[in-house]
């Protein structure tokens, strides 16, 4: 999608697709699932949980720290990262609303 045919759709729409895109790469999904099941704010435990280099891991945090689904506090040399719980609620109401439009198919009327 151009730059210019954004503009085309609702502010909502861009952002839930800005959000799509951001989840759609395997190492920000485990990234995210080891947020929320450890439920804490972490650091350096990801790179011995996830196996990948630490450059790696720091793109992926920068992602979704820029799509604000987290947020970062400075600790001495290091951050720690942790689900930003208002924006992730605001996602999840996005999202939900979308799948709730959904309502099965009209067996007269459905390919």
């Known amino acids: 999608m151009g730059v210019t045919k954004s503009a085309l759709f609702t502010a909502e729409q861009n952002q ?7 989840l759609g790469h395997p190492a920000r999904i485990a990234i995210i699932q080891y947020l929320l099941k450890s439920n804490t704010c972490i650091n350096g435990d990801l ?3 996830l196996g990948l280099a630490q450059a790696t891991i720091s793109q992926h945090l920068r992602e979704l720290k820029e799509i604000g689904i987290i947020q970062g506090t400075i600790e001495g ?20 609303a979308l799948f709730d439009q959904y309502e099965g198919p009209d067996a007269n009327t459905c390919c």
């Open 47 to 49: 790179v011995l949980e």
């Open 77 to 96: 040399a290091s951050v720690s990262y942790c689900i930003h719980h208002g924006r992730w609620i605001e996602f999840k109401e996005i999202f939900s």
């Open 16 to 22: 839930m697709a800005q959000f799509a895109k951001v």
